[in-house]
């Protein structure tokens, strides 16, 4: 947000105050003030013009602007009603040389998850790319990916919902029948995930040499505020779990816990395991060398996945499809 503009509303907010007060307390002019005042309202900023001074009455439920007042976290947000793909255009911000900017849409037509999979991304939903130069090492740019995934779940849990991480990214509600109901009672697809519904997903893309990360996009998707008739099977929402939520508040949540984690990269780990409905699991896990079963042990410092396998060994995964199992 622009700094004068974020200063006009910090003034707004604590009370009536005139434009030539505020002129002056800005080091701007009366014309600026009104400008930046007529923005704002353009941007569903409710803000009155009393006898004694302006006034902020009201915040917008959703947008850049929105997002970014408030926001204890170092980012931009350029906010799209309607977007094929954030993280389409946040590569193109990318190469544009932009840092720490947040590609945010309240819909897109052409969301993708991994392996080009698509991504059901309906308006009320949370679709955002993060676009991020970070200081690692490329072998630890997976770490970006793992602290959203504790951001997400952190902010879902907030707002109610009992979330938590399946291995690598994607983060499930636990299915509300699950601990009630024999497994033999229930079908074999009675979940698309198991041991959950799907909530929220995360698709990294990055750019840089051997030795040198260029540029991390990092796309967050969450079914925030979307009726679960508008969600692929198996899928659930903020709302269908618990009711709809302040999308403004959520975001700003997983942004500013993304931005702890960050710059303490030591504690992303810990945290993710402290969340993980994986660790402890029976689970499958389909690689380009074949599939790897057993049981879910534990995460190394950059986040791959160690299974104590049906053979008696233990195989470090790095990248694959990861699915639930019934114990044996």
């Not at 439920?61 to 926001?71: D, W």
């Given at each position: 947000m622009h700094e004068t503009r974020a200063a006009v509303l910090d003034a707004l907010s604590s009370g009536p105050v005139t434009g030539p007060d505020l002129a002056e307390r800005l080091g701007v002019s009366r014309a600026a003030v009104w400008k930046h005042v007529e923005a704002l309202r353009e941007a569903g900023f409710e803000i009155e013009s009393r006898e004694d001074g302006y006034v902020l009455v009201g915040?917008?439920?959703?947008?850049?602007?929105?997002?970014?007042?408030?926001?204890?976290?170092?980012f931009e947000v350029e906010f799209h009603e309607t977007i094929g793909s954030t993280?389409?255009?946040?590569?193109?911000?990318?190469?544009?040389?932009?840092?720490?900017?947040?590609?945010?849409?309240?819909?897109?037509?052409?969301?993708?998850?991994?392996?080009?999979?698509?991504?059901?991304?309906?308006?009320?939903?949370?679709?955002?790319?993060?676009?991020?130069?970070p200081s690692l090492p490329p072998a630890r740019v997976s770490l970006l990916t793992l602290a959203a995934a504790v951001a997400v779940t952190d902010a879902a849990r907030e707002a109610g919902v009992a979330a938590a991480i399946?291995?690598?990214?994607?983060?499930?509600?636990?299915d509300r029948e699950e601990s009630n109901e024999p497994s033999s009672a229930r079908s074999a697809d009675d979940s698309a995930e198991r041991g959950g519904r799907k909530l929220a997903g995360i698709l990294t893309e990055m750019e840089g040499e051997s030795n040198?990360?260029?540029?991390?996009?990092?796309?967050?998707?969450?079914?925030?505020?979307?009726?679960?008739?508008?969600?692929?099977?198996?899928?659930?929402?903020?709302?269908?779990?618990f009711g709809a939520v302040d999308r403004r508040r959520f975001v700003q949540r997983v942004l500013e816990r993304f931005d702890e984690l960050r710059e303490s990269p030591d504690d992303v780990v810990?945290?993710?395991?402290?969340?993980?409905?994986?660790?402890?699991?029976?689970?499958?896990?389909?690689?380009?060398?074949?599939?790897?079963?057993?049981?879910?042990?534990?995460?190394?410092?950059?986040?791959?996945?160690?299974?104590?396998?049906?053979?008696?060994g233990r195989e470090v995964v790095h990248a694959g499809d990861c699915e639930h199992l019934r114990p044996v």
């Open positions: 915040i917008p439920e959703f947008g850049g602007e929105a997002v970014e007042y408030g926001l204890d976290a170092p993280n389409d255009r946040a590569r193109e911000l990318a190469g544009e040389g932009a840092e720490d900017v947040v590609v945010l849409a309240d819909e897109q037509t052409g969301g993708r998850g991994r392996l080009d999979r698509e991504w059901s991304s309906p308006s009320g939903g949370v679709w955002a790319s993060l676009v991020l130069r399946k291995w690598p990214n994607d983060v499930l509600v636990s040198r990360v260029s540029w991390v996009v990092l796309g967050v998707g969450v079914n925030a505020n979307v009726p679960a008739e508008a969600l692929h099977e198996g899928a659930t929402s903020l709302q269908d779990e810990p945290a993710w395991k402290e969340r993980s409905a994986t660790l402890g699991q029976r689970v499958r896990v389909e690689t380009p060398g074949g599939a790897v079963v057993g049981e879910a042990v534990d995460v190394t410092d950059v986040g791959a996945l160690v299974v104590q396998t049906d053979t008696g």
